[in-house]
């Protein structure tokens, strides 16, 4: 997994409440069965056309923001489906972190297993730095997850909440499946106490 | 503390494996279901690193997702759907995993042959790579959705790092009136929560009304937990529930069978325990209900209309005229007057036997509106034959709807049942995201009786006036 100490980029704000996974990756390229190449079909009905031409209005195509790496939006970012596919969708496209007010628990979760930074901020600082990216040209912001902190050059700072070992697995990019193993006496105990159910047992024949 | 304890918590303290200093605990997972969709990087992953699946006998897999509802032995005409599918045989075949294939006469959606076959049981930890796994929750068992890389996760170590959530107790008190449902509770309740409202905390319902649902009413009601934003939703185990799962293929047998029942019987949460947080209904105030918007919180009774966005806050407001705009709705019209196009009748939410003996006690001896196609689904092929020796499907075929094969179909539309562009659907399913049940596709969320009835009316329409034939 990609460490994440910090990071520096443009900032895309997309002013909608509730955006689920439906909307951040459609079923029709669940299909796969790669984990890359989703990023060319991030928010595809609201990116492009029923018949595959750009929508030009939409705020991730804009010029401006062309080179984004974070995305602020409304509350409840993520929810819906668990599918992963919405992360490695927005990694792919070149993001490194959404802003929001709160996310939904599985794509929170999944968001950690990637390198992927979920950060929530209080409702009206998102507002504030929707505002910013909106009104201002090239308006980047830094997050560094040592400190647990967003800032901007014009005096914006805020602080985020993120639990301390999950913090630390980003910071060091750790694989929590070894994470786990090095548990392997205790599972192998708790299996003992917990054997497999006979009626899971193939049948004798 | 006074170490009275919830339904949850018995769960989880039971399911404990270790709990290292400043990390996440580690949680033993009982059983682990798999899709098509979401398993086959998890297994790649497994490969890459060298690792087997630690216990495949506690992970079962099946087909749902993407699989067509023709009849069984036609050509999957998807080439990209057909390789995900041969990948999870191939999977199943090297990781030596239990699966019901296309061609089982088990095979049906996860969340539906979970239960059926006996494999969901109180008290367990139950996951998969799906949101609606919370519907396992309606046996008091704690079921969840995870993302791929947990679903390798668990392929890996029969574990999860799970931090704990916290508890919300719904408190449902009262009886419903005739013609509310399950599925109204569910729309009530995230109607009231909002789709947020319980993000981060685990779900017990409880209270007469909850106490006196079938567990396919359970299951109804807990799989839209996650709906509400609910890591998982809970019913304490009852009578009803030992009856449900006695003598299923899985379920425990003889002398386990009463060590089990045994120890679910105390699993129940006890008095005075704390929960976070408790929210109230009162059941008899629900009434069927339908959503107009483009999330599940959106919804209003039968009876009611489409909000005016100007009677509600800045936020609200924008996402409604959002929600309006696409579902191509006024401000203020009648629920009772908006004509459907599509009817689908299935997914997890609402395609077992007791769904479709709703629907075909609503659809006998009427027909299908001229205007609309709907369809019927079974989740499963036990829930399809069991309704053809009750006979439903010939109810459903003489009043015109189409009798299909299990999957997950219209819900998700990943395989070929899906709306055109600016249809309308009457849909017993979970989720009314934009372009969920196909780009440009606009569903409406309700019971069975009630998309059975919007089918031949064309338009919704009150189901507690609806002529019984």
Known sequence: ?205 | MSGKRTLFEKIWDAHLVAEPGGRSPIVYIDLHLVHEVTSPQAFDGLRASGRKVRQPLRTIATVDHNIPTEPRGTVITDLVAAKQIAALQANCREFGVRLFDMDSPDQGIVHVIGPELGLTQPGMTIVCGDSHTSTHGAFGALAFGIGTSEVEHVLATQCLAQQKPKTMKIDVRGRFAEGVTAKDLALGIIGQIGTDGATGHVIEYAGEAVRALSMEGRMTLCNMSIEAGARAGLVAPDEVTFAYVKGRRFAPRDSEWERSLESWRGLPTDHGANFDRIVEMDAAQLCPFVTWGTNPGMVAPVTGRVPEPGSLSESDRRATELALQYMDLQPGKRIEEIDVDRVFIGSCTNSRIEDLRAAARVARGHHVSGKVRAMVVPGSQTVKRAAEREGLHQIFLDAGFEWRESGCSMCLGMNPDILQPGERCASTSNRNFEGRQGRGGRTHLVSPMMAAAAAIAGHFTDIRNWKFQ
């Open chain 1, 1 to 205: 997994m990609k460490p994440f100490r910090e990071h520096r980029g443009l900032v895309v704000p997309l002013d909608r409440v509730n955006v689920d996974t439906d909307q951040i990756i459609p079923k029709q390229f669940l299909k796969r069965i790669e984990r890359t190449g989703f990023g060319q079909f991030l928010f595809y009905d609201w990116r492009f056309s029923a018949d595959g031409k750009k929508n030009a209005d939409f705020v991730l195509d804009e010029p401006r923001y062309e080179h984004a790496s974070i995305l602020v939006a409304g509350k409840n970012f993520g929810c819906g489906s668990s599918r992963e596919h919405a992360v490695w969708a927005l990694a792919d496209f070149g993001f490194r972190a959404v802003i929001s007010s709160s996310f939904a628990d599985i794509f929170a979760n999944n968001s950690v297993k990637n390198g992927f930074l979920a950060v929530r901020l209080e409702e009206d600082e998102t507002e504030e730095l929707m505002r910013r990216a909106r009104e201002l040209n090239e308006y980047e912001v830094t997050i560094n997850l040592e400190r647990c902190e967003v800032r901007d050059d014009l005096g914006f700072c805020a602080k985020f909440p993120m639990d301390e070992f999950v913090r630390h697995c980003l910071i060091h990019g750790l694989d929590d499946i070894g994470l786990t193993l090095q548990h392997e006496a205790e599972i192998a105990a708790y299996e003992a106490r917990h054997p497999v159910p006979s009626a899971l047992q193939p049948v004798q024949t």
